[in-house]
């Protein structure tokens, strides 16, 4: 749940669509991701939130769950050591 947390995230997909013209990942473009060292708090954190996404999204597949994606996207910025200014480039392209 970690993994699908971080690869959701705006930031993951800036980075994707900076290096990647095309919307269809392949395995050699996922395992290019560069992957972060994490702790287990971070990683905890993260997968809590995706799990409530989850569990949304398993009762109602039209869930709005856009406050914990934000969580989501706001954990990784800070396991990535993203600043504010970075972040908000980020939320301007990842809509």
């Given amino acids: ?3 699908l947390g ?4 705006k930031l993951i997909n800036f980075w994707y669509r900076l290096n990647y013209p095309n919307v269809n990942i392949n395995p050699n473009e996922l ?11 971070q990683v ?4 809590e939130i995706v799990a409530k996404v ?4 398993k009762h109602d597949p ?3 769950t856009k406050e914990f994606e934000s969580q989501v996207d706001s954990l990784v910025y800070e396991i990535y ?9 980020v939320e301007e392209a990842i809509p």
């Fill in 81 to 89: 050591s993203i600043d504010k200014a970075e972040a908000k480039l």
């Fill in 6 to 9: 971080l690869l959701n995230s």
């Fill in 54 to 57: 989850l569990a949304h999204k």
């Fill in 62 to 64: 039209k869930a709005d």
């Fill in 44 to 47: 905890g954190q993260v997968v």
């Fill in 31 to 41: 395992r290019s991701v560069p992957l972060p060292a994490v702790n287990a708090a």
């Fill in 1 to 3: 749940e970690f993994l």
